[in-house]
């Protein structure tokens, strides 16, 4: 049976999110343990995400290979005509929560907006009471969530898959100052990727100049890796089926950037040595080298094509010592065949006087206004 899931992602990575379900579903299994051949169909593509309808096993199973998502929400109740607190009480009890959570912890998360039903607090104590008179106690600090929104009179019910922020992959156990989102670095990987296929890169040497604890390079090495090293809300909900709860994990392996090197370059050996205790026996072998990127001298007589992708500090968190005039012209020296950089959005603003041409998106890390500067094709030298 077919159910809607809402997958959110931050704003601007909707386009990307697109492309990876339509990559990673493929992957995914039915429930005879096979590759599945259903599919899903998108039903609307919103700003922060795309609502979708597939089976229910193959809904949950996408947080496990998600790598651009923050979430991903079940759909338990849309309502298009809620202006009353007794129908709001009415839809909540007929939507069954409990065949999913049985006993376990939830807390509830209400959130009203040009609605009739304008009152958040008695919004949440309604909805606390409809769910009380069905022996569902919620308590605030569980982070499996029950969404209750209320847009415009129209009334949704969603239940938390994920858990901890998707971004939260669980092989980082130790980072350096103002980290890079996961979810970020992967964008940036993917946006790098283009349109060349998995096994093209084979011959592919990928460098980050600077490379700090190591996020840009870990996540490459995993990005179309299913994701095991943490666990996920749904994993704990009750009826699930025996695919879920015996999912093939040691299994599975799906072809990655298959890249012949990984080089991460600071001039900071404690950050590196932050990176190197990241890498565990599931990852491909990297080099972390305690180099000055603007002193790093490329191999000429190399064949193997080299990938850039950056994150170089940003002004507003860490100062940089260095200009954008250096940094293009170091760039441009190493001849890179694509490049990705994650810039803030003044460090964006002088990096496209300086190199015109190159595409880019729009985003936030933390906060913060960024850019994604790449190329997607191969550049010509």
Known sequence: MSQRFFVSCQIGLE?????????????????????????????????????????????????????????????LEKRDRIQEFFQLERSLKAIGLKKHLGSKPFSIQVDCSQSRLGQEKKVQATVEKALESQGLIPTPEPSQKVLVRIHKDQLSVSLDTSGEHLHFRGYRKFQGIAPLRESLAAAALMLLRGDRSLGSLQHGELLDPMCGSGTLLLEAAQLYQPNFNRGYAFESWTQLPVLLQKYPRKKMNVAGLPFQRFIGLDHD????????????????????LVQDFFSFQRDPSLESELWVVSNPPYHERIKADFSMEDYVKKLQSLK??????????????????????????????GGLSIRIIFSSTDLQW
Request: no cysteine; glycine share 6%; charged share 25%.
């Open 336 to 365: 890179p065949r694509r490049l990705a950089l994650v810039l803030s959005e003044k460090q964006a603003a002088g990096f496209r006087k300086l190199w015109p041409g190159l595409s880019d998106i729009s985003t936030d890390n």
């Open 15 to 75: 386009e990307l999110l697109e492309q990876e379900l339509h990559e990673v579903f493929p992957w995914l299994l039915d429930l005879d343990f096979r590759p599945q051949t259903s599919g899903f169909q998108l039903l609307e593509k919103a700003k922060g995400g795309i609502e979708i309808e597939t089976e229910f096993h193959l809904g949950l199973q996408l947080n496990y290979f998600l790598k651009v998502a923050s979430r991903i929400l079940l759909r």
């Open 269 to 288: 050996p404690q950050v590196l040595e932050l990176a190197k205790k990241n890498v565990s026996e599931d990852f491909p072998s990297m080099d972390w």
